[in-house]
């Protein structure tokens, strides 16, 4: 790409439980340097997808403070057109990820550490609340389909299978147990800030995902709501500090840096 700084194209992104291809009709278009396919989520507006892009590439750290997003170039390669590109900046400006210039066009603003650690405590929150209300509201059959879904994740770590959209399905199934609209789309709000490719940036945290999954489950299905609420709290904690240990460095809690952009997601592809 001419611009410097500038994305090119990366893994996938999450969504709901259909995917396609950016401008390459049913199929997803594969990765043009690492053969991976590039996903964006069906069932939301171009807007929508364009800007899960562009947070995706900047939370994980290869769009660091100071790149540009071209949206010529942006439109080009999802296979859309200009004005979701610049719809979708506008929405990622009032996130504080961006800024839009007249002259200047779109700067990369990214987040502080404590941003993304503020932000972890309260997905955090969220997801031990969720938890600890499918405790109690859960039914056999909800019950049933968690188990199943809790061991997909489990097969797709051990076969090398699509690990982020089996975490992403489980996690939505707690979710979905808890029973509240309300909580579902504070969650969903907030856990924007995770990236899709999180497992590649932090694979440490696979092992430990599959027996934080099994504690969830467990605690669940013991309608235990106390301790389903502090399991799934300790698994977006740890999750979290790995996270911001990866895209941050090692540093005390709280500091006031930035993502440091690609140099920080190095290896994130492999």
Do not use: K
Not at 33 to 60: C, F, H, K, N, Y
Not at 157 to 178: K, P, Y
Not at 250 to 266: E, K, L, Q
């Amino acid at each position: 790409m001419a611009t410097p700084g500038y994305l090119g194209p990366r893994d996938g992104m999450p969504g709901s439980d259909e995917w396609a291809g950016a401008g390459a009709g049913p199929a997803a278009v594969a990765d043009a340097g690492q053969g991976r396919p590039r996903r964006l989520r069906l069932g939301a507006t171009a807007r929508d997808r364009v800007a899960d892009v562009l947070r995706d590439e900047i939370m994980s750290g290869r769009l660091g403070p100071g790149a540009r997003i071209d949206l010529d170039e942006t439109a080009a390669w999802l296979g859309t057109s200009r004005t979701p590109v610049r719809e979708a900046c506008l929405a990622l400006q009032f996130e504080g990820l961006v800024r839009v210039a007249p002259r200047s066009g779109v700067t990369v603003i990214g987040l502080r550490q404590r941003d993304v650690e503020d932000n972890f405590a309260l997905i955090a929150m969220l997801s031990g609340a969720a938890a600890a209300w499918a405790a109690e509201r859960i039914s056999e059959a909800h019950l049933a389909e968690l188990r199943r879904l809790a061991a997909d994740v489990r097969s797709a770590v051990e076969t090398g299978g699509d690990l982020r959209t089996a975490n992403f399905l489980f996690h939505r199934a707690v979710n979905q147990a808890s029973d509240s609209v309300r909580l579902i789309a504070l969650i969903r709000q907030t856990g924007r800030i995770i990236p899709w490719s999180f497992f590649d940036l932090v694979p440490e945290q696979v092992g430990c995902a599959l027996r934080e999954h099994d504690d969830i489950v467990d605690a669940i299905a013991a309608h235990n709501g106390a301790r389903a609420r502090r399991v799934s709290e300790e698994h977006v904690v740890s999750a979290g500090r790995l996270l911001v240990a990866r895209v941050f460095g090692p540093g005390p809690a709280g500091a006031g840096s930035t993502a440091a952009g690609p140099a920080a997601g190095a290896g994130a592809g492999g």
